[in-house]
């Protein structure tokens, strides 16, 4: 879901960020691990806490680890 389409994260709130990957020989929902690689394979978390904005880059090689 594009974070535009959100309300946000509640205060205090734990998360995570996943994302539900296809499985060629299944027939359900998700996204080709190509195509999540071309889209996200790096990008910034930002985030808002007691009044500050703070600021993460995944880079290519996090979010490959994690794949």
């Given at each position: 879901?594009?974070?535009?389409?959100?309300?946000?994260?509640?205060?205090?709130?734990?998360?995570?960020?996943?994302?539900?990957?296809?499985?060629?020989?299944?027939?359900?929902?998700?996204?080709?691990?190509?195509?999540?690689?071309?889209?996200?394979?790096?990008?910034?978390?930002?985030?808002?806490?007691?009044?500050?904005?703070?600021?993460?880059?995944?880079?290519?090689?996090?979010?490959?680890?994690q794949?």
């Amino acid at each position: 879901m594009p974070p535009e389409e959100t309300n946000g994260i509640p205060p205090k709130c734990k998360f995570w960020i996943r994302a539900l990957f296809r499985d060629p020989n299944a027939k359900r929902e998700g996204i080709a691990v190509e195509n999540f690689l071309k889209e996200f394979s790096d990008f910034t978390y930002v985030f808002k806490y007691d009044g500050r904005e703070y600021k993460y880059r995944f880079n290519q090689k996090e979010v490959d680890t994690q794949i």
